[in-house]
């Protein structure tokens, strides 16, 4: 067991509670997923805080079930690109359905991945289906949820950065575990580019659901 320590509390007011929530919600209104990317470099201490930001995420029996693989190699960019669009190429012309390419529309994606070269870094994030200690299989537990808050947690570090990133889920994506050469248990979760967004980049005009559509309450 683990031994018990002091739990030291961050206290404020509630004053300073309402404050604090709504301006991190005001904050966080602002990110947006971004699919046209500067080749502004970052430097990599940002990146390294990003990810242990994301490493500080709850997970099932703290097993911490995840791997980020940081590519800033243009070489290794490129290999993911072509890959990737490879298969997207293939999901578009035939491998995704008609409701699902109707639902897309809005949205003007297709199999092009240029952000995937441009961005200065691709953070690929590996989840691990189970542990592997000295060739020993150990469980893991609650593994896409514990993964999914982590990438939440990396998301909201991003943004807090001032940079842009997308959540990229080329489909099927093992080609990023053959190209990154990742041992069998662990397996790709979500490809997320950082960088800073391209001079006059644009977004879709989204809306987000109101508190009434996405919250009930007794
Ligand atoms: N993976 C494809 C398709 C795609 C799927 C969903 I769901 C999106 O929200 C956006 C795109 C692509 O990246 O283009």
Redesign the pocket.
Known sequence: MFPHIPYHPVSFTETESIERSKSFLDYMKRRRSLRFFSDQPVPKEVIENIIMTASTAPSGAHKQPWTFCVVGDPAIKSKIKEAAEDE?RE?YSGRMSEEWLHD?AP?G???HKPFLEIAPWLIVVFKKAYELEGGEKRKCYYVSESVGIACGFLLSAIHNAGLVSLT????PMNFLQKILDRPENERPFLLVPVGYPAEGATVPDLRRKSLEEVSVWW
């Open positions: 997207e999901s897309l949205l994606t297709d199999w990229h889920t080329p489909s």
